[in-house]
């Protein structure tokens, strides 16, 4: 069964870029699914960033899209986020997931099934 | 800022009914199927719930869902101290073309 592995910088400070990676196992990621980015700041809900699809194609929450790009390394079997310019706002645990969405007639099938465990994130000086 | 609405907080006593409202619009829940998470603090989210009423395996017929119009909701019978969590709605929004979710509701077992 697919798993999600999340890795990443745990500290970093405020202005700089945040790379993530999710590496995923017992399945290739070539397959027909939506890779997706999820977080969850502390004490609150949890907030979609992005996903990103086999063929490439991108989608972004409207509010991080100036800072955010999603991209596929086909070689290593994992996909990563980058946010740049990050502020004390964006301290968060980050999640990876694997989403499926399916549009029958105008209706979407969409769920995001297999998640990672997380990765924290802490933004500060 | 979430796109769904969800109650804060539901209670109950062990062995009763909850139910967990998800409100949403006709861009999202009112077009598009929903799903549900559970989610332990400390732990990744947890699915409950997909295409409005389906139970993946492992989850017990205790969780139920049901959609009408552009709401939601999610229900717990038999209300366990292990279901207190938080509980989470999501769906697909058209007019965002994005993922969203609803701002999340915490079950307290009395």
């Known amino acids: 069964q697919v798993q999600l592995q999340e890795s990443g910088p745990g500290l970093m400070e405020p202005s700089g870029t945040l790379s993530l990676s999710c590496a995923v196992s017992g399945g290739s990621i070539f397959n027909t699914y939506w890779w997706t980015w999820v977080r969850q700041s502390p004490g609150k809900g949890l907030e979609w960033i992005g996903e990103v699809y086999h063929s490439g194609n991108t989608n972004y929450n409207p509010s991080l899209k100036s800072r955010v790009t999603i991209s596929m390394d086909r070689s290593k079997n994992q996909f990563s986020l980058k946010l740049t310019s990050v502020t004390a706002a964006d301290t968060a645990v980050y999640y990876c997931?694997?989403?499926?969405?399916?549009?029958?007639?105008?209706?979407?099938?969409?769920?995001?099934?297999?998640w990672g465990q997380g990765t924290t994130v802490i933004v500060s000086s | 800022q979430s796109v769904l609405t969800q109650p804060p907080s539901v209670s109950a006593a062990p062995r009763q009914k909850v139910t967990i409202s998800c409100s949403g619009s006709?861009?999202?829940?009112?077009?598009?199927?929903v799903y549900w998470y559970q989610q332990v603090p400390g732990t990744a989210p947890k699915l409950l719930i997909y295409?409005?009423?389906k139970r993946p395996s492992g989850i017990p017929d205790r969780f139920s869902g049901s959609k009408s119009g552009t709401s939601a909701t999610l229900g717990i019978t038999g209300l366990q101290t292990g279901d207190e969590a938080d509980y989470y709605c999501?769906?697909?929004?058209?007019?965002?073309?994005?993922?969203?979710f609803g701002t999340g509701t915490k079950v307290f077992v009395l």
């Open positions: 999501g769906t697909w929004d058209n007019s965002l073309s994005t993922g969203v």
């Open positions: 997931a694997r989403g499926t969405r399916t549009l029958v007639a105008t209706v979407y099938y969409y769920v995001l099934d297999v």
């Open positions: 295409d409005d009423n």
């Open positions: 006709s861009s999202n829940i009112g077009n598009n199927h």
